[in-house]
């Protein structure tokens, strides 16, 4: 997988792409409850792009410090804690300074 | 499905809509289901319930004592009420800029898919009592269940229990302290055991 080096750089294309790599990882959702996402729910929806499109990590620049958001589903057969962390990591090399990483397990299926 | 059915989950669907969506094999798409945690879970133990009534149904037609008369209403209650997000459970990280949190109710419905995985038991009631938002904090954790008609409940309650506290030990970092297990209820008739009448 090919992914920028520089600190702040992955898209959320990128940064969604890494999560789905790590073990342990069996989905993510979108980060914020698709209730206050419904234009892009209506646009999935016209699109037929389905899933695709809803589901993503965030990086955005909230009060000035750079956030990373990841709700994520776990596999039962392996830890949730470490696979968390293992995502928190990945994140974190990709912020730079005081930047934040929220992990959010939803789902352990 | 009941009036309890109707009453929206926290993301706006109702069990009745899911109960509907996943009878249609989950056509068409809905990407607004299939996105959801909450949903998800709740198809999941939905899926189990109506695979177990369909049992039910089967066996009351040929043999049987019925079950009782609110007990789908009650597992039904208990989805419901429990498939919310809930409580935060916060999971350490060495790195003070890392926030990881797993929801009350991801762990409530792998408790419930998992305990409903064991033949003759399906779960109703899971809750935590306790500050489970506060590392370290002692949490207890209650869960109601009901048993097969005929089947020993030593038979079930240890493996339960102790499948309980490995999930909880593997997916979260609660201080569990007691894990409590009622049977409050009873349900259909085990093929198993056909020749047995229980007292």
């Given at each position: 997988m090919s992914l920028p080096?520089?600190?702040?750089?992955?898209s959320d294309e990128d940064l969604t792409a890494l999560v789905y790599a790590v073990?342990?990882?069996a989905e993510i959702f979108p980060p914020a409850p698709v209730a206050a996402r419904i234009p892009t729910v209506v646009s999935a929806l016209i699109s037929g792009s389905g899933a695709e499109r809803l589901v993503r990590v965030e990086a955005a620049d909230e009060g000035g410090r750079r956030t990373v958001r990841a709700r994520i589903g776990t596999d039962r057969g392996v830890s949730t804690p470490d696979t968390a962390r293992h995502v928190a990591d990945l994140m974190l090399e990709r912020i730079t300074g005081d930047g934040i990483v929220h992990i959010q397990v939803a789902r352990i299926s | 499905m009941t009036n309890l059915a109707s009453i929206p989950l926290e993301c706006g669907k109702t069990l009745d809509e899911l109960s509907d969506y996943l009878a249609a094999?989950?056509?068409?798409?809905d990407p607004h289901v299939e996105t959801c945690p909450d949903c998800l879970n709740a198809l999941t133990a939905l899926a189990r319930l109506a695979e177990l009534s369909r049992d039910l149904i089967s066996h009351d037609a040929e043999?049987?004592?019925?079950?009782?008369?609110n007990w789908l209403r009650t597992i039904l209650a208990s989805i419901r009420d429990e498939i919310r997000a809930g409580r935060s459970l916060p999971i350490h990280h060495a790195d003070p800029r890392a926030r990881i949190t797993v929801t009350e109710g991801a762990v409530r419905a792998l408790i419930r898919s998992a305990g409903d995985d064991i033949d003759g038991l399906v779960i109703g009631k899971c809750e935590f009592v306790g500050d489970?938002?506060?590392?370290?904090a002692a949490v207890e954790v209650n869960v109601g269940a009901s048993i097969a008609w005929g089947r020993p409940f030593a038979e079930l309650y240890t493996p339960l229990r102790e499948l309980i506290y490995d999930l909880l030990h593997r997916h979260t970092e609660l201080n569990v302290t007691s894990v409590n297990v009622t049977i409050e209820d009873i349900h259909g008739f085990d093929p198993a055991l056909s020749g047995h009448v229980p007292s």
């Open positions: 080096d520089g600190p702040d750089a992955a073990e342990g990882v | 094999d989950r056509i068409p798409y043999q049987l004592p019925p079950a009782p008369e489970v938002e506060q590392p370290g």
